[in-house]
């Protein structure tokens, strides 16, 4: 946690990331957090520890758990179905494509009827995007990511969803920076930036035109407090697998 000097080393971009994905659940009080990833993980772990203390936190069977793992009572599945179509869960999904109005693909790339490549396939993604709020988390942010139009839709986006009632895409978290639909067509938008990122980086590595917060005076990710990244470093992940996630180098 500290550097030769004794200091407390800054925090890497993985950190940020952790610190952008735990924002995602600010405030969703007693709602059931579905992460799908490990930084992901990290992010719904670490706002349970400190400014979500409500969050509900699963082992992905049948058990709710605390930040710890330790069993805190019992989901049975026509339980979790009820919070999933009352929009009382809070996904964080990957994607292997999201266009500029939130449409993500995780089904095939290509023509669905002859893909060139097959993927997971729609699994839950339609229910999800439906029926509660889903952020995304993608851990390398690309042009091939980032696309005008997705392949496939099997999350639902804002162009999709008129009508659902808990249909919402609060945030897209890459290891680039942080990215809302606080926009008048719903489109995608720069809604933070993590340290050392720039604008033009960011749009480099997008296949459309992003909306940019502020009049291209893009706010940072904030910074994660003291308590924060002593949580991060030897509670939640003191093996240091995040920065494995995005391609960093060990620190």
């Known amino acids: 946690m500290t550097d030769t000097a004794g200091r407390v080393r800054a925090p890497s971009r993985s950190e940020y990331c952790v610190i952008a994905c735990a924002e995602a659940w600010r405030g969703n009080g007693e709602v059931l957090a579905s992460p799908m990833g490990l930084i992901p993980s990290l992010g719904a772990r670490l706002a349970r520890h400190t400014f979500s203390p409500d ?28 919070m999933v179509t009352g ?69 639902v986006g804002y162009d999709h969803a008129a009508g659902a009632r808990f249909h919402r895409i609060p ?33 480099e590595a997008t296949g459309f035109p992003l909306h940019v917060a502020d009049g291209g005076r893009v706010p940072y990710t904030r910074e994660p407090t003291a308590g924060e990244l002593r949580l991060i470093r030897a509670v939640l992940d003191p093996d240091g697998r995040r920065d494995r996630e995005i391609g960093a180098p060990a620190r």
């Not at 969050?55 to 009820?82: F, I, S």
């Not at 869960?89 to 023509?111: E, F, P």
């Not at 008048?184 to 990122?197: E, K, W």
Request: charged share 20%; with cysteine; proline share 7%.
């Open 55 to 82: 969050l509900l936190l699963t082992d992905g069977e049948a058990l709710l758990v605390g930040p710890g793992g330790e069993v805190e009572g019992w989901l049975p599945y026509r339980r979790h179905l009820t």
């Open 87 to 155: 929009g009382r869960r809070h996904v964080m999904m990957g994607a292997s494509q999201l266009d500029r109005y939130g449409n993500q693909n995780i089904s095939c790339i290509g023509d669905w009827s002859r893909p060139a490549r097959q993927l997971l396939g729609v699994r839950g993604a339609p229910v999800n995007t439906l029926n509660n709020p889903v952020s995304y988390w993608v851990p390398r942010h690309s042009p091939r990511v980032f696309v005008e139009k997705v392949d496939m839709v099997s999350g």
């Open 171 to 203: 945030r897209v978290v890459t290891n680039l920076g942080v990215f809302d639909f606080e926009t008048p067509d719903r489109s995608m938008r720069l809604a933070a930036l993590h340290p050392g990122v720039t604008v033009s980086e960011v749009r």
